[in-house]
């Protein structure tokens, strides 16, 4: 069965330096990955991506996300935060009908 | 704005009532979502529509019924409803087989 783990329950981080969110999932196939964003009281924002190709993929808002089968991580990055990237990061995998999140993990960002 | 609207945004209602949330978008996609995210859980795929034949019913309680009248559309009828059903839902829209994009949510609170 295919599964979304993301280990950190909270991060904080200081205004300018850099992030990287942790994503390990588990996928019978080649996976569809992707990274979605949520602030208070909104929907989900889709950030960015994976299908197939080049395993680094990038972003809005200055994310990147590395894809490593072999670690079956998809781990997001930012080499800067700003204070308006305080939110909660969802990864997750699938497509259709059989789309799998994982709990999220929320970042706060320090002045 | 993702192009995914919700309503209402908040919704109270009592044990006894019934009560629709609306969910519509404009992007020409042909599959919709509902989603079920209460605190400190993964987000909960409820239910899903491709090209308004529904596709997927994750053991979802009756008392929760969805409706798709068209491809722009879709409906949740919520009928005696339970405190644990309170939960931000979420309504999302895509092309088969790739991302979605959410709604906005209806904060949802049963007395």
């Known amino acids: 069965a295919q599964s979304v783990t993301q280990p950190d329950i909270h991060i904080t981080v200081s205004e300018g330096a850099s992030l990287e969110l942790r994503c390990n999932y588990s996928?019978?196939?080649?996976?569809?990955l992707f990274w979605y964003v949520q602030s208070p009281g909104q929907g989900l924002q889709l950030l960015l991506k994976?299908?197939?190709?080049?395993?680094l993929v990038q972003g809005i808002k200055g994310f990147e996300a590395e894809f490593k089968r072999s670690q079956s991580s998809f781990n997001l990055r930012k080499p800067s935060v700003h204070w308006s990237d305080a939110a909660e990061y969802f990864c997750a995998v699938g497509a259709s009908n059989d789309m799998r999140f994982g709990a999220g993990t929320r970042l706060t960002v320090k002045p | 704005e993702t192009g995914v609207t919700q309503t209402p945004r908040h919704l109270v209602m009592g044990m006894t009532n019934k009560k629709s949330l609306k969910c519509e978008q404009h992007?020409?996609?042909?599959?919709m979502y509902w989603y079920k995210q209460s605190a400190k859980k993964p987000l909960e795929l409820m239910f899903v529509?491709?090209?308004?034949?529904?596709?997927e019913n994750n053991s979802v309680p009756s008392r929760f019924s969805p409706e798709c009248p068209n491809s722009s559309h879709l409906f949740l009828h919520l009928h005696t409803l339970q405190p644990e059903d309170s939960a931000l839902y979420l309504c999302?829209?895509?092309?088969?087989?790739?991302?979605?994009?959410f709604g906005p949510g209806t904060r949802l609170t049963v007395l």
């Open positions: 992007l020409g996609h042909n599959a």
């Open positions: 529509y491709n090209f308004k034949e529904q596709t």
């Open positions: 999302a829209s895509g092309v088969w087989g790739n991302e979605q994009f």
């Open positions: 994976y299908f197939s190709g080049d395993t």
């Open positions: 996928y019978g196939a080649t996976p569809y």
